[in-house]
Nanobody, 127 residues
Framework: QVPLVESGGGSVQSGGSLRLSCAASGYIDGGRYVGWFRQGLGKEREGVAAIASDGATSYVADSVKDRFSISLDAAEKTVYLEMNNLQPEDTAMYYC????????????????????WGRGTQVTVSS
């Protein structure tokens, strides 16, 4: 499978910002949906955001929509997750993923729609 390559994780203090990048050329060209999941220690994995390969539609989870945004650079075939006002509860491993639809990012029961995963990048927010 074509890999998804994440970058941009790191450690910040509460209130800080980070931008995660996901190189997703094989999936942007293929008309797929690309987005992000996160999983904190001892927590369930949750879909955070996703965007269609044409960049026209996107999804951001209610839990973060006031602080996170997703965007697509079509020329670079890269998806970005902009995270602002980060809080300690945002500490997690963040995974880029490609899917056949938005539903795979929204509903745990539809995770079969996810067709590939990145290796993950750690985000740590200290208070």
């Amino acid at each position: 499978q074509v890999p998804l390559v994440e970058s941009g994780g790191g450690s910040v203090q509460s209130g800080g910002s980070l931008r995660l990048s996901c190189a997703a050329s094989g999936y942007i060209d293929g008309g797929r949906y690309v987005g992000w999941f996160r999983q904190g220690l001892g927590k369930e994995r949750e879909g955070v955001a996703a965007i269609a390969s044409d960049g026209a539609t996107s999804y951001v989870a209610d839990s973060v929509k006031d602080r996170f945004s997703i965007s697509l650079d079509a020329a670079e075939k890269t998806v970005y997750l902009e995270m602002n006002n980060l809080q300690p509860e945002d500490t997690a491993m963040y995974y880029c993923a490609a899917g056949r639809s938005f539903s795979g990012f929204i509903w745990r029961t539809d995770e079969r729609e996810i067709i590939n995963w990145g290796r993950g990048t750690q985000v740590t927010v200290s208070s």
